[in-house]
């Protein structure tokens, strides 16, 4: 798809592979090893796959593929990770929830990626474990400002979440973000939501949301949840931002090695990861629309994996359902 877009504008891209995660493990011993990190830092954009895998899954390993992916966020400083939530009629059959639930939902999710309990101090013994959760007012606020930016160009509403009423960690984030749009974004509506609300209010009322922000943890659990709403994990892109908007794009699902090898996995994740790489990274908005239209071009033509398809319906392999998105991308243009 990369290749195809960059035809359409005019555009060689220069795409260059390295290994992360389980793959680099057995290649270096390491999951983000020294020449990775360099390729890292030199792109303009990564467009990364999942890092894991039955062969690296104890969770009592030392070394853990998923250590790879962290050190590449922190590498590239990519604090802030948007995770787009958008339902479209023809995947409504798809989702647990009733249709009515899901009519105009288009939801910005803007997680905090870099702080918090992923990357606090841990330890653990026989008796005891610790992970501890810390955030900075410099790291709250530069997302939180993301955020505001971001709403500005949708529908200017922020829905912060956090957990105020037990953590002092939210306290600060709810403390910090109340000041920030105060001062610099009057023009957006912030509202604050508890975690736990707003888990329920993704599938309640959906449609109200239009921009989320939240701490790292809160996020990668809220976004989880609101793939039910887009009928499936494998339809959900994301993009990892620093302050230049050099970009890490990935889908939010992980390796399913329960398909592994099966060539049946949903590709449209990865393939609207494309597109907000070509939006936030290369600067490109309309081929990234094109991209995004395609997809769900495609899907509405009743071309389905077997993770969205109609019950009864045939299921494309994934490299049949990327050739019916590239055939749409095409006819596009």
């Not at 929830?97 to 330890?123: A, N």
Request: aromatic share 6%; charged share 25%; proline share 5%.
């Amino acid at each position: 798809m990369l290749a195809a877009a960059g035809q359409a504008a005019g555009e060689k891209f220069e795409i260059r592979e390295a290994l992360i995660g389980g793959a680099a493990m057995d290649a270096t011993g390491e999951p983000f090893p020294i020449d990775t990190r360099a390729l890292c830092k030199e792109a303009d954009a990564v467009l990364l796959g999942a890092v894991g895998g039955p062969r690296w899954s104890d969770p009592n390993a030392t070394v853990r593929p998923e250590q790879g992916l962290l050190d590449m966020r922190a590498a590239m400083q990519v604090y802030a990770n948007l995770r787009p939530v958008k339902t479209h009629p023809a995947l409504y059959a798809a989702s647990p929830l009733k249709p009515d639930r899901l009519e105009g939902v288009d939801i910005l999710v803007v997680r905090e990626l870099t702080g918090g309990v992923y990357f606090g101090e841990k330890s653990r013994d026989e008796n005891s474990a610790r992970d501890l959760c810390a955030y900075t007012r410099h790291e709250i606020e530069r997302v939180v400002r993301m955020a505001g930016e971001l709403a500005r160009g949708r529908r200017a509403q922020v829905a912060s979440v956090d957990k105020a009423n037990v953590m002092d960690t939210s306290r600060l984030w709810r403390s910090v973000t109340t000041e920030v749009y105060a001062k610099d974004f009057s023009d957006v509506q912030l509202e604050h939501v508890l975690a736990d609300a707003a888990m329920m209010h993704l599938l309640s009322r959906p449609a109200d949301f239009d921009v989320i922000v939240t701490e790292n943890l809160f996020g990668d659990l809220l976004t989880d949840e609101a793939s039910m709403l887009s009928g499936s994990l494998g339809m959900l892109p994301s993009a990892s931002l620093n302050a230049d908007r050099r970009g890490l794009f990935e889908p939010i699902h992980g390796s399913a090695p329960d398909i592994a090898g099966k060539g049946i996995a949903n590709p449209c994740g990865t393939i609207l990861s494309v597109a907000m790489l070509l939006r936030y990274s290369l600067g490109l908005e309309e081929l990234a629309s094109r991209v995004e239209t395609a997809v769900f071009a495609a899907v509405a033509a009743g071309h389905r994996t077997g993770d969205i398809a109609e019950p009864g319906g045939a299921a494309l392999g994934s490299e049949a359902m990327g050739d019916a998105i590239l055939a749409a991308f095409d006819a596009a243009g």
